[in-house]
């Protein structure tokens, strides 16, 4: 994901971050250095900033809805790896399967937006964020 896709994710979900704020952002969490923003980049920034800055209910279901690209009310293994192929980081079909036995619970092959709140809350949690959540292993797609 780079600068000006961040900026556009941040205001689908709501916010209207100004220029800087969304460079400052990249800055921070581009860990490696790269110019753009992978998927574990991303889900950090997404725990310590957009979850900061909106904290309540409409705002995880905004992260929900953005993922849920259908609209069923789940986010089906083709709808997460198509969402993250459009954002510029594709996890590899391991990495993916390895993330949904992490996060869905019930093993259906879906997330529910129970599950996918119960993901966000913990990489939250584990990372030192305020927000309370059930303790489940952090997400690491290659170990």
């Given amino acids: 994901m780079d600068l000006d896709e961040l900026g556009d994710l941040m205001r689908a979900t709501g916010l209207n971050p100004v220029e800087t704020k969304v460079k400052q952002l990249m800055q921070r969490y581009d860990h490696d250095k790269s110019g753009d923003l992978n998927f574990s980049e991303f889900v950090d920034l997404f725990a310590h900033e957009l979850l900061e800055a909106e904290s309540d209910e409409s705002m995880f279901k905004r992260a929900f809805q953005f993922f849920d690209a259908d ?51 913990n990489e939250r949690q584990s990372s030192g964020g305020r927000l309370p959540g059930p303790p489940r292993p952090a997400f690491n797609p290659k170990g």
Avoid: M, N
């Avoid at 192929?85 to 129970?114: I, M, N, R």
């Fill in 71 to 121: 609209g069923s009310g789940d986010i089906a293994l083709s709808e997460f790896r198509k969402v993250l192929t459009e954002l510029g980081d594709p996890l590899s079909k391991q990495e993916l399967e390895k993330f949904f036995e992490l996060v869905d619970a019930d093993g259906d092959g879906h997330l529910s937006y129970k599950e996918f709140l119960g993901f966000l809350q």
